[in-house]
């Protein structure tokens, strides 16, 4: 036998002859145990940070995501789309909707509704068949042409014509009508009793709906009707009635004052 392997048998027999006195052996065993629960708490603690910098992360995301309303956008009709309404909206005050009303391939789309006591906006879209908005054309043929509302062949505004026997000058809108008043949108009340508001609108392809009062109180049951028999160079018939909800009206009208 070599002497290497006497030296290891030699060995091993010391070790199976010695024995650790149990209050030694209690120690180890608890230092080994505190070690990994030390080990495990920094574990959890790492964990608790890389969720805390992703919540971090995620509420502003969360935030955005919910402040979507077009009306908090740069937009605004004749000073309408005020400090109030962008307040307002940013609290989740507005509704969205989609009403569409399709003919010729076009589409009326109605998508967002904010609605005060004395006020309503409605954000539109007319598309075409693939959801792109029309083009911002006019058909002139046949008027006495004043202004033809081009800038180096591109459309910035609506036409202006004569029309025999009148002075002044008219405005070809973008939004023809059958109705006499030339209001291709108007509200009416529970009863069909159109709702005497002023009323205005964008009159281009993307834009605004707006009916303000006098400063009374709208009723409790309005009616949005549209009538329109022309957009931009196409004629057809885009005709509709649908409930205003106003179920968020209190609550805008006091965080736009």
Sequence with gaps: MDISKKIN?????????????????????????????????????????????????LVPTGMYAMNTSYFSNDVDLNGLVDKGVKRAVSQQLSIPIDQKITDKGITVHLKELYVENKKILIHYNIEQQDGTPV????????????????????????????????EGFSVLSFFGTEKTDNLPFYLTDGTGREIKTGIADKDKPEGIIAFVTDGS????????NVNINRIGKTKGSWKTQFPIDQSKAEQATEAAR
Excluded: C, W
């Excluded at 990994?36 to 910098?53: A, G, P, R």
């Excluded at 202004?147 to 009148?166: A, F, H, I, W």
């Excluded at 109180?217 to 949005?224: D, F, G």
């Design 217 to 224: 109180i709208l009723p409790k049951s309005i009616n949005l």
């Design 135 to 166: 083009p911002y054309e006019f058909d002139t043929t046949g008027l006495n042409v004043i202004t033809d509302g081009k800038r180096d062949g591109k459309q910035v505004e609506n036409p202006t014509y004569q029309e025999s026997g009148l």
């Design 9 to 57: 048998e030699a060995l091993a027999e010391q070790l199976e002859e010695t024995r650790i006195p149990e209050e030694i052996d209690q120690r180890v065993k608890e230092s080994f145990i505190q070690f990994h629960k030390k080990k495990e708490k920094n574990k959890m603690k790492k964990k608790f940070i890389i969720l805390s910098l992703a919540a971090v992360i």
